[in-house]
């Protein structure tokens, strides 16, 4: 009897998903039935807040479809209340058009929804990698989450699910690791968070999974560079990850800036379209990267021509009325493309409805707001205890010379150095409140390395700090931090990943001073630490953990046995890189997968 009651359950359950999935579908043919070409297109146009903000009619007069805030767009303030305040106002303009389509507003909240002071900014994806924790990484997606909604906002570019190969290309940071079989565990993991059970619950966010395809496997690891290899080892590399996301549920894919032996892959209509959308099946929309479209061959026109017939269903539009490439032209010319059969309307109409379906599934008509449960949640002690347990999970203890670490709570005098020991912008890196990050940030509610010192140790420790790592006599152990200052994309590109001459410096300051000392290394990546290495008594790759430096100390302190795992193998020398492992000749400074712990 229960089985048969099961049994119906079951019918009945799967009856009324169908039932749901027909009426969505149906109710996106009923609205696109009703669509002109303007509207159309209108759906099809991504502006940047910065072009839009001075003409917010063009909101309503262009049916327009997203609008996103670029790295460096800045609201009247960085406070969240400035964010939900123009989504609200922006929503409302939305709601004005004949047909109320709502916005969908994109951002790039790569490790907590860093563009907006009093958030909670996590480790970027390189530490997250690290972890080797699918569970806590959608938990962090979650929390991101909300933290999003909270402002207004429904969409991320992210997860960056890269697959960096080379360690000098300035986006490794962005990516979890070298492995594909890492890249789309956690890939997955992060779509399922930011996404939860279900897109239309008021907590979830877009995942827009990015950047198709093989980014992180340009030669020399440039940026936006040319990713020469065989279709066999493309896919053996960089697709698991897309195949993955999919399989999660991921509705929106960012195309590359970069090409696959020669050809601009936001031109490039094989793997947009036939492999993506046929092979994989995606159901979702691929979304431009930021005026990638221009940097195909020819006109704008022929540009545009050669994007949206590739497969591109919205376009990302930074650029102003008055500027070069702006929205207005794009409008203008991919109608002028539909009217003279260059593309066809059967292309707008796929675009089209895939964008409409993500917003009838993300509930927006009903719901195009925010939650105000979700607003106030933003920076809470809840949410940063997450991203501290991402913290502490995702450091690598390198080395550990006669148990050097944890050091003792009750010391009489500990000495803290190092340009990254009172720096929330060293800890946070790249993409944090403006685009490139800065080493002089300051955010509420942040904690830094030194904060979370003074913070752990007993009261009858004294804590002395200086930049230079002068003063530092007297002192029982030292805490050195020291590593990369701020950068993203293109600027990071480096082909010397030595230590600065300050930071060697330094080390060898405090090594003459006989103290023995902890190196906390805040990098995006791997570094030539060789020296540094040697001269120190334990050494931690910390990442860009973001803002709760409690998490460094909850490891130091030995609160948190150390339990990271190196997402990357480490080079002894630059000469060495790409070095990954599988490599036939394969000698790292520490292999992928290495990390120490306490024993006791
Ligand atoms: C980056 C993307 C980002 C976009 C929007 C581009 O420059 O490549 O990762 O999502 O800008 O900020
Ligand atoms: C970034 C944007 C940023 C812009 C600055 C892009 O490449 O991804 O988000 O605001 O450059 O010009």
Not at 57 to 78: C, F, H, K, R, V
Not at 359 to 374: C, V
Not at 392 to 410: A, C, D, I, T, Y
Request: hydrophobic share 40%.
């Amino acid at each position: 009897m229960k089985r048969i009651v099961f049994v119906l359950l079951c019918f009945s359950c799967i009856a009324a998903a169908q039932q749901k999935s027909e009426s969505r579908d149906e109710r996106v043919e009923a609205l696109l039935k009703k669509m002109s070409l303007e509207e159309k297109i209108g759906q099809m146009t991504q502006v940047d807040y910065d072009a839009i903000k001075k003409q917010t009619g063009d909101i309503a007069t262009y049916s327009l479809g997203s609008i996103l805030w670029g790295g460096n767009s800045e609201p009247p303030s960085m406070k969240p209340n400035a964010w939900w305040e123009i989504s609200d106002a922006y929503q409302d303009l939305a709601q004005k058009t004949r047909l109320s389509i709502p916005l969908l507003f994109g951002i790039d909240a790569v490790h907590g929804h860093n563009n907006v002071d009093g958030t909670v900014i996590t480790p970027h994806n390189i530490g997250l990698g690290a972890t080797r924790n699918p569970e806590l990484v959608e938990l962090v997606g979650r929390m991101v989450a909300a933290e999003v909604r909270g402002t207004g906002i429904q969409w991320t570019f992210a997860p960056c699910i890269a697959v960096a190969r080379d360690e000098r290309w300035g986006r490794t940071y962005e990516s979890f690791g070298e492995d594909p079989g890492l890249v789309k565990e956690l890939g997955a993991a992060l779509v399922k968070g930011f996404q939860s059970e279900r897109l239309s619950n008021p907590g979830s966010v877009l995942a827009c999974v990015k950047h198709y395809l093989a980014d992180g496997g340009t030669t020399n690891g440039k940026d936006q560079g040319n990713s020469e290899m065989d279709e066999a080892t493309l896919r053996r590399l960089h697709l698991p990850g897309y195949v993955e996301a999919i399989k999660a549920g991921a509705m929106s894919i960012m195309a590359s800036f970069s090409s696959w032996n020669g050809q601009k892959m936001h031109g490039n209509k094989y793997l947009l379209t036939d492999v993506l959308k046929g092979e994989l099946g995606f159901k979702g929309f691929v979304v431009s990267d930021w005026a990638a479209i221009d940097q195909l061959p020819g006109s704008y026109k022929e540009q545009i021509a050669l994007s949206i017939n590739a497969g591109l269903d919205m376009a990302m539009i930074p650029n102003a009325p008055g500027d070069k490439n702006n929205y207005l032209e794009f409008m203008q010319l991919l109608k002028e493309l539909v009217n003279e059969n260059r593309v066809p309307m059967s292309r707008i109409d796929d675009a089209v409805r895939r964008i409409l379906l993500v917003k009838f599934q993300m509930n927006l008509f009903a719901n195009p707001s925010r939650d105000n449960k979700l607003t106030a949640a933003i920076g809470s002690k809840e949410h940063r205890e997450i991203a501290r347990d991402a913290v502490r999970q995702s450091l690598v203890l390198l080395k550990n010379e006669k148990g050097f670490l944890p050091l003792s709570r009750n010391l009489k005098r500990i000495h803290v150095a190092g340009r990254g020991a009172d720096s929330i912008g060293m800890q946070c890196g790249g993409w944090t409140i403006s685009w490139q990050g800065s080493s002089t940030l300051k955010l509420d509610g942040a904690t830094t390395i030194l904060q979370a010192v003074q913070q752990t140790v007993s009261k009858d420790t004294k804590v002395t700090y200086s930049i230079d790592g002068t003063g530092a006599a007297g002192a029982e152990a030292a805490i050195l931090v020291v590593g990369e200052s701020p950068y993203a994309e293109m600027f990071g590109d480096s082909m010397d990943l030595s230590l600065s001459k300050e930071d060697q410096a330094i080390i060898e300051t405090m090594k003459s001073s006989g103290i023995p000392f902890a190196v906390i290394l805040l990098s995006g990546r791997p570094m030539i630490i060789n020296q540094a290495l040697k001269a120190s008594n334990a050494f931690v790759a910390a990442w860009l953990p973001g803002t709760e430096g409690e998490g460094v100390t909850d490891v130091i302190f030995g609160n948190f046995k150390p339990v990271g795992k190196l997402p990357h193998s480490w080079p002894r020398t630059m000469e060495q890189i790409p070095i990954n492992v599988g490599d036939p000749t394969y000698d790292p400074l520490f292999p992928y997968g290495y990390g120490l712990t306490y024993s006791k």
